[in-house]
Structures are given as structure tokens and as C-alpha cells.
């Protein structure tokens, strides 16, 4: 069945290129999560939409971190003037509803890599 | 703020050897606790959760978890591996009220030796 869908699998940037990250979720799905991933870390919080609304941005390191959900679906991670410290995964995941008790389906992230 | 430690980074087992990975969390409040584990080349899948009630919670492919609510515990539990096993094991929890936000635990990567 379909899950979440993250493109591109591969990104390898210059330091001080922007970069857009994409997440398709499950359709249906209101809840999505971005999580940075560094090697040999555990998944980091970043950003939190419920529908379009962000609800909640603290895990974002920087104000070159920036993300968008517009139309409650297709999710969109920005990264601005990459610096080499942002070389990592980026996963998304989402969930049916807000509820706690619903669990998260990650996708196959996307693997920045910034020269 | 909450944190989770895995203090088993690596591990390496013979296939049929006991598995137990741990996991202690730190948070004041009340929490939901999960395994998710990536298989190679795979996405994180969820193993087993906790949420309340019976403290052993039993999950997909032999795994079980059990809630040590004193010690803040949550440690991941297979009689048996098998060499499908290997992969990489995370805990998480997060608040139970309020939204989602997983905290993680930095993994531990299981490899079981056929």
C-alpha cells in the first residue's frame, strides 16, 4: 500500500545552496512530522503540522530551516545558505489524527549531504 | 525536557541467543513508550507500543516490551533471534497529552550471526 513518500532520496548540495526537501504523506492524513536524523543519532524533532497549520516549530535549529504544508498534504522542508552542520537525514512522518494514541509511518527520508 | 538513553550502541548475537536491549527515559509526567526498528535500507517501523494497562505489551515478530514504571524502564525483550533480526532499534516516548513528538533514543544496532 502506499506510504509516505519522501523525494529525492539523494541530495548532495554546496555549502550556501538552498535545498527543498519533499514529503507525500498517507492520504488522509492530518498529522505531519519532520525529524533530522544525524549519523549515529537517533530521529530529532523538528517541525509539526495538523492540516495546513503549523503547529509547532521549536525542534528547527535555525530561521534558515523553514517549512510549509499549504494545502494540508504535500509537505515541503527549505533549508537556506546550507551550512555543512546540516548534513543529515531528514525524515517525515505522519500520523491519522492528533491523537496520541495513533502511531507515526515514517518514509525513507532523504539524505543530505552538504560539500 | 524528556530524553531517552539506549546504553547498548552495539550488540551482537549468535541466532537463537536471548535479546535485551534497554532504554530509560526522563520525563516528570506521564508518557507513551515505543520500539520502532529499521530494518537495512528500510523506513523506521513501529514494533510495539505502551500506552497503559498491562505493563508486558507484545508486539510483532516475538518482540515484548516491558514498562518498569519505577525505574523508567522500557526494555525490549526477544527470547529467540533470528538473523532477520539485524537491524537498528530505537525507543521513543512522548507526552500523553498534547500532540505527537517522539523523543528518541540514539539506537542500538543489533546484528545476529547465522
Known amino acids: 500500500g502506499a506510504g509516505v513518500s519522501q523525494s529525492p532520496r539523494y541530495k548532495v548540495a554546496k555549502r550556501g545552496q538552498d535545498v527543498a526537501l519533499r514529503c507525500d504523506p498517507i492520504?488522509?492524513?492530518?498529522?505531519l512530522f519532520w525529524y533530522q536524523q544525524a549519523l549515529g543519532q537517533g530521529p530529532e524533532f523538528l517541525t509539526y503540522f495538523q492540516n495546513e497549520a503549523q503547529l509547532d516549530k521549536s525542534g528547527l535549529p535555525s530561521d534558515r530551516f523553514f517549512a510549509e504544508r499549504p494545502e494540508g498534504s504535500v509537505s515541503t522542508l527549505k533549508i537556506q545558505r546550507t551550512q555543512q552542520e546540516d548534513s543529515a537525514v531528514y525524515l517525515c512522518?505522519?500520523?491519522?489524527?492528533?491523537?496520541?494514541?495513533?502511531?507515526?509511518?515514517f518514509g525513507d527520508g532523504t539524505r543530505l549531504s552538504i560539500l | 525536557a524528556q530524553s531517552v538513553s539506549q546504553h547498548n550502541h552495539h550488540v551482537i548475537l549468535s541466532e537463537a541467543a536471548s535479546l535485551e536491549l534497554g532504554c530509560n527515559y526522563s520525563y516528570g509526567g506521564t508518557v507513551n513508550l515505543f520500539w520502532y526498528v529499521q530494518y537495512p535500507g528500510q523506513h523506521l517501523q513501529l514494533l510495539l507500543k505502551?500506552?497503559?494497562?498491562?505493563?508486558l505489551v507484545k508486539g510483532i515478530k516475538g518482540f515484548e516490551a516491558e514498562f518498569i514504571k519505577s525505574k523508567f524502564s522500557f526494555n525490549l525483550r526477544k527470547p529467540s533471534v533470528q538473523w532477520s533480526d539485524t537491524a537498528e532499534y530505537f525507543c521513543a516516548v512522548n507526552r500523553r497529552t498534547g500532540f505527537q513528538k517522539l523523543v528518541f533514543g540514539t539506537g542500538t544496532r543489533l546484528l545476529v550471526s547465522p
Open positions: 505502551y500506552f497503559s494497562g498491562d505493563p
Open positions: 512522518a505522519s500520523s491519522l489524527d492528533g491523537g496520541v494514541s495513533q502511531p507515526q509511518h
Open positions: 492520504s488522509g492524513h492530518v498529522s
